[in-house]
């Protein structure tokens, strides 16, 4: 599979900012260069549709498919609640499809979900036992190959977040070393706040 040209990173950038949210342009080209893959892209936590954006138009080249997680929840400080129409109308009015959407917490359609998963992004409960409990239900499904990407590493007001992944991650390297995990993941790195780990076994 040959990488993207940065015309087309940034056309597809462009595109996604054309619809609101908080997401950096850094991480966001980031984003975009993990999820353009062959497979199934699942998203927890599309908010407005910012990072679908990204998600959908990475899924086009190879025809991957996607699949987003979100049962918009309200949010804290005001910020304007998301719905499911907003999310559709904004992808829409970009010029976007709106992939298959689970509008039930994450947890809930991990028992439904089926199938391996090459690309996982996470951005939805950011509480410390939300991150947990999406690594401990998602990240057994991503395939030998696959990349999960975590948003909102290292945020200071968001601590839950860095404190789940890293003990997760201390957890898989320490399973692997000793030959207990089926598992061994391999960090790729760190853009603004999204960091992303590859599943190397
Ligand atoms: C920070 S926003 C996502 C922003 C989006 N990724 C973007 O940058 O365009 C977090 C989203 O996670 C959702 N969320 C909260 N709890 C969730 C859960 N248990 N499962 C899935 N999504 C959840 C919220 O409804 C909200 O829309």
Known sequence: ????????????????????GQYRRGEARFLYRLA???????????????????????????????TTVDPFVPLPNGVEQAT????????????????????VPSHE???????EIAFL??????????????????APRVQVGGVIALHDMWFPSITGV???VTEWWCAERDDAARGD????????GMRDYTIAFRRER
Not at 84 to 103: C, F, Q, S, T, Y
Not at 121 to 134: A, I, L, M, R
């Open 1 to 20: 599979m040959s990488g993207p040209t940065a015309l087309e990173v940034e056309r597809a950038v462009t595109v996604a900012w054309r619809i609101p």
């Open 36 to 66: 353009r893959r062959k497979g199934q892209i699942v998203e927890i936590g599309c908010y407005m549709g910012r990072t679908t954006a990204l998600l959908v138009q990475a899924a086009r080249m190879w025809g991957a498919t996607v």
């Open 84 to 103: 499911p129409d907003k999310w559709r109308a904004h992808l829409e009015r970009v010029g976007l499809r709106p992939p298959r959407l689970l509008a």
């Open 109 to 115: 359609a991990a028992r439904q979900w089926a199938g």
């Open 121 to 138: 992004f996470v951005d939805g409960d950011h509480s410390y036992t939300g991150v947990q409990h999406d690594l401990a239900d998602w």
């Open 162 to 164: 860095a404190r789940a």
């Open 181 to 188: 995990s089926g598992a061994a993941w391999r960090c790729l």
